[in-house]
């Protein structure tokens, strides 16, 4: 059974993946990569990803993080750095220096992608403003965002090249500024209206072991939190009681290195959500591949914060019986499930729904109708989807829908399936308490069992 099902599954994923380019093609993405990604032995494939990005016509666009090289270029130089929180002082003595490590860790993706056959900019595309005087303390070449200059940006991108954006802004009159980058990533993709925001990291991200999480969040592999809706996000925060802003005012964003840095992303990825940004990925880049699977396929590999549609419940249409007999036919085989063929289906569409993650379908079900009872049936997931709460959800909805048509109570007549349907509340009932109708067409040879919800009132 494996050798038949490994290779359906590849032109699954294939299939996803052309999926998704049709869809994100010609859409401008920004990736923050934090410095310590760059010196990771994956980095060379993490580039070569980004260029092949580019290359199949994605508007890509890179904010390198710099900070840890920025502490070593100053320390060589004997240059110790003050913060103010966790901001550093950028002094006048120390901004060339600063300069030159943003400049250095800008040109690692530079060379990457030539490596690619890419071109790419690094380029003044920040104008910064200085923060000035706060609380007494001058904090000197330490800026913010003013402007991002975006005819600047927009003509680079449209010549298909890639811009990288050191941690460097300039006031109109040439003046350096030290700016945050993950501040310059979020008026970026602010700013060009990017459909996604990368922050890519080292390290497991989100998870429920690391963190505190409310009920209901969806988990993947290793706990992993595959995705948040803006609202979980903020739940997850105020859970785990993570800074934001850096409250003095200024409206930058606190970066607080070496603390939990995948909170520290989260905040940032709200945002970017209210600012706007439909999607936002927090991925660890030592991962092989994180941004190409984090990009063209539903599973995903580290967390989406996401504030548009991206799955949901819904009646079946015609088009979509290829795709549910394609999930139920191994299912029919082995006799889990009744057979069926397309006339059937479509005779009763309007007793089926289907789960649809980013406009594909990868679960099914369906709430027959028999004297004021309701029969769920054809549950099915597809297997690379199992345990992601599909089946649930679907039989959820089916009971809301059983509700809302004010029948009495829903039944499930199963062979194998009975424990799952006890964890949702099911208990089981004797055949005889079938509706009349139903209890005609009962197909004795199959045994299965029946199991009830009843609503009471
Ligand atoms: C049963 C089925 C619909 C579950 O789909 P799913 O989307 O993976 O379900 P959920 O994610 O909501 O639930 C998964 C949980 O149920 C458990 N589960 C799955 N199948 C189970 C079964 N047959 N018996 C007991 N538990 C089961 C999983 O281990 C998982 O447990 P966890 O949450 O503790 O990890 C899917 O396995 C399937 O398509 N089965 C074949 C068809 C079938 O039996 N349909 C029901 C008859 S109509």
């Known amino acids: 059974m494996q050798d038949t099902a490994k290779p359906w599954s590849q032109v699954e994923l294939i299939r996803e993946a052309f999926h998704y380019q049709s869809r994100f093609e010609g859409s401008t993405m920004v990736f923050k990569v934090d410095f310590p990604v760059t010196e990771d032995p994956a980095f060379p494939f993490l580039v070569k990803d980004l260029a092949l990005l580019a290359q199949t016509g994605f508007r890509v666009l890179i904010v390198p993080g710099a900070k840890e090289w920025i ?43 030539a490596g690619s056959r890419v071109d790419a900019v690094i380029g003044n595309f920040v104008r910064a403003r200085g923060i000035g005087v706060v609380e007494g303390m001058d904090m000197e070449h330490t800026g913010a965002v003013d402007k991002i200059l975006t005819d600047s940006l927009t003509k680079t991108l449209d010549q298909g090249m890639v811009p990288i954006l050191p941690c460097i802004g300039y006031s109109p009159a040439g003046k350096p500024y030290n700016v945050a980058s993950d501040e310059i990533a979020l008026a970026a993709a602010e700013a060009l209206g990017a459909v996604k925001l990368f922050f890519v990291s080292l390290g497991a991200g989100l998870q429920a072991q690391s963190h505190k999480l409310p009920e209901g969040i969806e988990l993947g592999e290793k706990g992993r939190v595959v995705r948040l809706t803006p609202a979980e996000a903020e739940a997850v925060l105020s859970s785990n009681a993570a800074g934001g802003d850096s409250g003095d005012g200024t409206g930058r964003v606190e970066q607080i290195h070496g603390r ?108 027959h109708q028999w004297d004021g009872q309701g029969e769920i049936a054809a549950i099915a997931t ?25 029948l009495s109570r829903v039944f499930v007549l199963t062979t194998r399936t009975q424990d799952w349907f006890e964890l949702l509340g099911f208990r089981e009932v004797s055949v005889e308490s079938l509706p009349e109708s139903r209890r005609r067409v009962y197909d004795r040879g199959r045994r299965s069992k029946v199991f009830a919800l009843e609503f009471g009132d």
Request: charged fraction near 25%.
């Open 71 to 113: 502490d070593s270029v100053l320390g060589e130089y004997g240059i110790v750095s003050r913060y103010r929180l966790s901001q550093r002082i950028t002094t006048a003595a120390s901004i060339p220096f600063v300069e030159m490590a943003a400049f250095h860790v800008a040109a690692r993706f530079m060379t990457g992608l």
């Open 260 to 367: 939990d840095r995948p909170l520290e992303e989260l905040n940032l990825a709200l945002k970017a959500s209210r600012a706007g940004v439909e999607r936002i990925h927090i991925i660890n880049g030592r991962e092989d591949g994180a941004i190409l699977r984090e990009l063209f396929s539903n599973l995903g590999s580290g967390t989406m914060l996401y504030s548009d549609e991206y799955d949901a419940i819904r009646p079946l249409r015609s088009r979509d019986i290829p795709v549910i007999l394609r999930l139920m036919d191994p299912l029919m085989r082995q006799g889990v499930l009744v057979k069926r063929s397309a006339e059937q289906i479509l005779e009763k569409k309007e007793d089926f729904a289907v789960f649809e993650i980013d406009g594909s379908v990868h679960a099914c079900g369906a709430l």
């Open 382 to 406: 597809d297997p690379l989807y199992a345990d992601m709460g599909m089946g649930r959800r679907l039989v959820g909805y089916l009971i809301s829908q059983a509700r809302k048509r004010g």
